[in-house]
């Protein structure tokens, strides 16, 4: 990779995994010095660990986004401490997935759902994105879904908190792009990490027959995104959701 985050700052959130983990890494990669944030401190330094011995820099913040404004505040601060006082990048990342259908929804599932997938970022980008704006801009990249757009019979639910998630990123954009501040989204399509040496194939794979790329993607790909939101090579867009899916959404391949 180039240098293309050289002396930026950038917090990740839900970074102790999957793709969390892979757009904190490509960002230190590129130069950037990173949060790496989430609920399991022992996951969070093994990132860190990873990222420092590549030559980048990072720190880990500990933090169970609830909901709450008061612990979205609690970890802009702290992140932003770490950082030397400013916030760059935010990637609102960490999310939920409940995969059940409507009716097996209770109550409680519905407000956890929403309290981290939709009011958790919600509250942090209220935090970070007026200290961007004094600064003189930064960028807020969020994360959609597929499942947004194209409905499946099971996780309503979290379909639903991640269009909401896309609806805020085009209002966010309007709202804050005229400040300096750029937001866009990316959506991704069925990734998991790469499989291990003869291991069975992924539940997920079924989701992705008919698509053009006809597989599962890896975190690394949505990272590559992310990596070029973040940069001034994407100056010019905002309020964006970037599919990175595999064509699930926009194409459909007949089988001859």
């Known amino acids: ?51 420092r011995a590549a030559g980048g820099a990072a720190d880990f913040v500990a933090a169970d986004l609830d909901g709450t404004a008061a612990v979205s505040d609690r970890l802009a601060g702290e992140a932003s401490q770490v950082l030397g006082g400013r916030i760059d990048i935010l990637v609102n990342n960490a999310g939920i997935f409940p ?34 704006v004094r600064a003189g801009g930064g960028a807020v990249i969020n994360l959609g879904s597929w499942v947004a757009r194209l409905g499946i019979p099971v996780g309503t639910l979290y379909s639903s908190s991640k269009g909401a998630v896309e609806t805020l990123t085009r209002a966010w954009a309007a709202e804050f792009g005229p400040q300096g501040v750029r937001v866009n989204a990316i959506s991704p399509g069925v990734i998991v990490p790469p499989a291990a040496e003869g291991g069975e194939a992924h539940p997920g794979e079924i989701m992705m027959k008919g698509t053009p790329a006809g597989g599962i993607g890896t975190p690394d790909a949505i990272a590559h995104a992310a990596v070029w939101l973040a940069s001034e090579e994407a100056a010019f867009v905002h309020g964006t959701v970037v599919d990175v899916d595999g064509g699930r959404v926009g194409a459909a391949v007949i089988a001859a």
């Open 99 to 132: 995969g059940s259908t409507t009716t097996d929804t209770d109550e409680e599932t519905f407000d956890r759902v929403y309290a981290v997938n939709v009011k958790a970022p919600y509250f942090l980008t209220a935090a970070i994105a007026p200290a961007m």
């Open 1 to 51: 990779m180039g240098r293309r985050l050289e002396g930026k700052t950038a917090l990740v959130t839900g970074s102790t995994s999957n793709i969390g983990r892979a757009i904190a890494m490509a960002f230190a990669a590129e130069g950037a010095h990173v949060v790496v944030s989430g609920r399991n401190g022992e996951r969070g330094l093994a990132v860190v660990g990873e990222i």
